[in-house]
């Protein structure tokens, strides 16, 4: 997945204070004392009925302490060390705050998406809202029963102390999103940090810049603003923040972009979560009802992955004047337009090709006779563009797949399942769906992430929960019954090894078989 990258203070940008006071927020410097968050909440136009984040919103600081952001990375911090987020009844408010956004700016999602890369509303609401909506509920409904912790089995020495895993916020965390669903994958993440009670510095794109102006602006009306900055600005903005500490990092974007926030990451030794992406390649075999593959494979709005599969007719499949179609979006931004369009040099236009720079709109397109060496197999499209890559058989198309990159997802194609069982286990990926496309990304009960080159880590549901939290291991031990410990100390004795070899050997039951 491609992103962009801009920064901004939380809600519209606010003038530095008079001069002789430095920004609110600041570790080094002093703060104003002034109440902006008041006045930024009536400029974002919010009812201020939600009861959240009252008092100052953090300054970014001037270049007095090094960095600009270093301010707002303070303040956040200073509220996560209080204890702020730690409470379930807390990040339940927070959570409940997010969903009266999605309720209450539902239109103005639509219309920014629209705005941005005409997205239908129909598949706005259905990405950007729904499916946002089905992630914190499961978050709200099972929250009480993820923050328990989680007891474990003891050796015999143990017995009467208490072992157990407990789940505690890494602290500061950032995540960057993406402009293909602006919405959904910055707010996805979102859920679960705050779940996990997390601070949170959130940077949307800005290539889809009516989500970004959105985000920006109304978010503050809903959540804790010593807690929650959204931040927005170009690439030279992007490698200031990345020098600041963060807990956490989790980024959506390319896996050039991955490898530079990796890297800045490393720098903290700052664990990350990267969603990155790649080719997606799809087999199609010849045992499968061709219109429904047809259907599924192509309904989505960036169907523009490596398809590896006999090559098989698809017209009629597009509607005959898809410019005219509401149902049909555009590309983003002009430098995308470009970038996309150059890509139907690659093999032979087979249907579509058209184009219309004004609109920035391009055909549904089917590229016959591409090569793998063609520019539309060397990226991400990001577009209507469906590079057709014939291979003989299943055994040539599993040789394709694992020559390359591992990918974000597999698709398999077949009316017989040996075929998709076939291709499932003979490959690597992220994730996995046969016989469609995209679809287990709508389950909360599966982990959605990469391996390799297509990205590091796992979210949705409660592996979001589990992303945004350290799994610390306890043991709470009895102060009493020392005789029991008598064994560990010297002198040591064949005698105290032989009890200590008792009371702490694990021993194998017996062979374990896969059903």
Not at 261 to 283: F, Q, R, S
Not at 328 to 343: A, N, P, S
Not at 439 to 464: A, C, D, Q, R
């Amino acid at each position: 997945m491609e992103t962009g990258s801009t920064f901004q203070q939380l809600g519209k940008q606010q003038p530095l204070e008079p001069p002789g006071q430095q920004p609110l927020g600041c570790g080094k410097c002093s703060s104003t004392g002034s109440d902006h968050g008041k006045d930024l909440r009536k400029a974002a136009g919010c009812s201020g009925g939600s009861g959240i984040g009252k008092g100052p919103v953090p300054l970014v600081c001037s270049t007095v302490c090094g960095n600009p952001y270093a301010g707002l990375v303070s303040h956040l911090r200073a509220s996560w060390l209080s204890g702020k987020t730690r409470p379930l009844e807390y990040r339940m408010t927070q959570l409940e705050a997010l969903g009266r956004f999605l309720d209450e700016k539902k239109q103005e999602i639509l219309e920014a998406t629209d705005l941005d890369m005409g997205k239908p509303s129909f598949e706005a609401y259905f990405t950007e809202v729904l499916l946002c909506k089905n992630e914190l509920n499961v978050t709200l409904n099972n929250l009480c029963h993820w923050m328990k912790d989680e007891h474990v089995d003891k050796n015999l020495v143990t017995q009467l102390d208490s072992a157990f895993i407990r789940k505690d916020p890494y602290g500061v965390v950032l995540i960057i999103a993406p402009w293909n669903y602006p919405i959904h994958l910055f707010l996805v993440p979102l859920i679960g940090a705050i779940a996990a009670g997390n601070c949170v510095i959130i940077k949307p794109s800005e290539i889809s810049k009516n989500t970004e102006r959105l985000v920006s602006e109304m978010l503050s009306c809903y959540l804790d603003n010593d807690c929650f900055a959204v931040v927005t600005g170009g690439v030279q903005e992007t490698t200031r923040l990345l020098e600041n500490k963060f807990d956490y990092i989790f980024f959506t974007g390319s896996p050039s972009v991955g490898r530079i926030v990796m890297t800045a990451a490393a720098k903290h030794l700052t664990p990350v979560t990267l969603e990155l992406g790649g080719k997606n390649p799809c087999y199609v075999s010849d045992t499968c009802d061709v219109t429904n593959v047809a259907r599924r494979v192509l309904q989505p709005g960036d169907a523009g992955e490596a398809h590896a599969r006999p090559a098989r007719g698809h017209r009629g499949v597009f509607r005959p004047q898809p410019q005219e179609s509401p149902d049909f979006g555009r590309i983003v931004g002009d430098k995308q337009f470009q970038r996309v369009r150059k890509l139907l040099c690659s093999g032979r236009v087979a249907i579509g090709g058209q184009t219309d720079e004004a609109e920035r709109y391009i055909a549904p397109t089917i590229l016959a006779d591409v090569q793998p060496s063609d520019p539309a197999m060397q990226e991400e499209i990001f577009g209507p563009i469906l590079p057709i890559v014939v291979v003989a058989n299943m055994d040539e198309a599993i040789d394709f797949i694992n020559a390359r990159p591992r990918p974000l997802a597999i698709y398999a194609f077949s009316c017989d399942s040996k075929v998709v069982n076939q291709v499932l286990e003979r490959t690597s990926s992220g994730g996995f769906c046969g016989n469609d496309t995209l679809m287990h990304v709508t389950l909360t009960s599966l982990p959605f992430g990469g391996i390799g080159n297509s990205g590091l880590g796992k979210y949705h549901g409660k592996f979001t929960f589990d992303t945004f939290s350290h799994h610390r291991g306890c043991l709470h031990r009895n102060m009493g019954l020392e005789a029991l410990n008598a064994p560990r100390y010297p002198p040591y004795t064949q005698q105290k090894l032989g009890l200590l070899t008792a009371t702490f050997e694990v021993k194998r039951r017996g062979t374990c078989t896969l059903l």
